[in-house]
T-cell receptor, first 118, second 112 residues
Framework: GAGVSQSPRYKVTKRGQDVALRCDPI?????LYWYRQALGQGPEFLTY????????KSGLPNDRFSAERPEGSISTLTIQRTEQRDSAMYRC????????????????FGPGTRLTVL | DAKTTQPNSMESNEEEPVHLPCNHS???????IHWYRQLPSQGPEYVIH???SNVNNRMASLAIAEDRKSSTLILHRATLRDAAVYYC?????????????FGQGTRLTINP
């Protein structure tokens, strides 16, 4: 079946502009996660949702970053007034359910959106 | 979040076994040990996870020390496609511990 998809795959924007990154999780997956990955580093957690509820946003760097998942499926990560330091690969992941007998399900990652802020 | 320590890089030859170590001396009794890998230009992918007992699946084996302070991911017969960054991650069982906390990982190079 179809995996996690993200759009756009590449985004180049000018400093100060707002950007919206979209994630379409695997159909039926309850949990959706956003990560950011700098070159040569491991992914860094930003936020996650169970259904439409945002459960943890402790990784969002500042109030310019926000995310939503209004219908419990597609999610949008929005960065307002972008800065050059926001340039990174933004990755989305989904998993089938939050809990399964106390064990957490594997996360399936999308291809990412490469954001470049000039 | 409990921390893990992995070597920055390792190198092996094709068709030979590879043992990737991970130290997690501050692991709590309820933390699961997860391994993900990231192939070049791709997102991370799940490899294996375990709690106390050794685990096997089609991709790899996970050997967990008796005191759980270390573990080893074993690729029984490495192929060129196994060249990737391998991440050892501890995940708790409490609600809110769903996020993955990635470290630097081990960059595995496979020589033909």
């Amino acid at each position: 079946g179809a995996g996690v998809s993200q759009s756009p795959r590449y985004k180049v924007t000018k400093r100060g502009q707002d950007v919206a990154l979209r994630c379409d999780p695997i159909s039926g997956h309850v949990s959706l996660y956003w990560y950011r990955q700098a070159l040569g580093q491991g992914p860094e957690f930003l936020t996650y949702f169970n259904y439409e509820a945002q459960q943890d946003k402790s990784g969002l760097p500042n109030d310019r970053f926000s995310a939503e998942r209004p219908e419990g499926s597609i999610s949008t990560l929005t960065i307002q007034r972008t800065e050059q330091r926001d340039s990174a690969m933004y990755r989305c992941a989904s998993s089938s359910s939050p809990l399964r007998g106390g064990k957490y399900n594997e996360q399936f990652f999308g291809p990412g959106t490469r954001l470049t802020v000039l | 979040d409990a921390k893990t320590t992995q070597p920055n890089s390792m190198e092996s030859n094709e068709e030979e076994p590879v043992h990737l170590p991970c130290n997690h001396s501050t692991i709590s009794g309820t933390d699961y040990i997860h391994w993900y890998r990231q192939l070049p230009s791709q997102g991370p992918e799940y490899v294996i996870h375990g709690l106390t007992s050794n685990v096997n699946n089609r991709m790899a084996s996970l050997a967990i020390a008796e005191d759980r302070k270390s573990s080893t991911l074993i690729l029984h017969r490495a192929t060129l496609r196994d060249a990737a960054v391998y991440y050892c991650i501890l995940r708790g069982q409490i609600q809110g511990a769903q996020k993955l906390v990635f470290g630097q990982g081990t960059r595995l190079t496979i020589n033909p």
